[in-house]
C-alpha cells in the first residue's frame, strides 16, 4: 500500500487532482482540521478545489515516512504556499493516516496544528483565536463553503 499512498502525494506535488482520487475508494471518509469530515466525491472535489486553487502558484507538497500493511498507513507531509486571503507563507505540517479496502484508500484523516496554522496563515488573529473550537468552526464553514461553490461551478 505504500505505492498507492506514494501515487497520491507524487500527483498532489504535480497538482494532478485526478490522479490524486484514482487512490481513493468510491466510499472513502477525509477528515482534517480545515474541513472537518469530507465523504466519497465530496472528499475528491476538495483536492480538485484544492489543486486548482494552486496552479500557476509557488506550491510545494513534499511527503516522507511513508508506512503501510494490508490495512493501514501513515504518512508525514508538508506543504508551502501563500494563504490566497491574507497573502501570508505557510508552512504546514502533516500526519496522515489511512485505512485501505479493495486496494484503495477507504478513510483519509490528515492531522496538524491548527493553532500554528492560524498564526502563519491569519497574523496576529490566528495567534489569537486560532486554538478555539468557535475558530476551527467557522474556518470549517468557510471551507465548506468554498466547496459548496467548486461543486456548484462544475454541474
Known amino acids: 500500500m505504500k505505492a498507492i499512498i506514494t501515487q497520491f502525494y507524487t500527483a498532489f506535488s504535480e497538482l494532478n487532482p485526478e490522479k490524486m482520487t484514482s487512490s481513493y475508494h468510491k466510499d472513502v471518509v477525509f477528515e482534517d482540521p480545515a474541513f472537518g469530515q469530507l465523504e466519497g466525491k465530496r472528499a475528491s472535489n476538495m483536492w480538485r478545489m484544492l489543486c486548482e486553487s494552486q496552479k500557476e502558484k509557488n506550491f510545494i507538497v513534499t511527503f516522507s515516512d511513508i508506512q503501510s500493511?494490508?490495512?493501514t498507513g501513515s504518512a508525514y507531509w508538508e506543504a508551502k504556499y501563500e494563504f490566497s486571503k491574507t497573502g501570508?507563507?505557510?508552512h504546514n505540517k502533516i500526519i496522515a493516516q489511512?485505512?485501505?479496502k479493495d486496494g484503495l484508500i477507504i478513510k483519509h484523516t490528515d492531522d496538524f496544528n491548527l493553532h500554528s496554522w492560524a498564526k502563519q496563515a491569519l497574523g496576529f488573529k490566528g495567534y489569537l483565536f486560532g486554538r478555539t473550537s468557535f475558530f476551527k468552526k467557522k474556518l470549517q464553514k468557510q471551507t465548506n463553503s468554498l466547496l459548496d461553490r467548486f461543486e456548484n461551478?462544475?454541474?
Open 69 to 71: 500493511d494490508d490495512n
Open 88 to 90: 501570508r507563507k505557510v
Open 98 to 100: 489511512f485505512e485501505f
Open 153 to 155: 461551478s462544475l454541474k
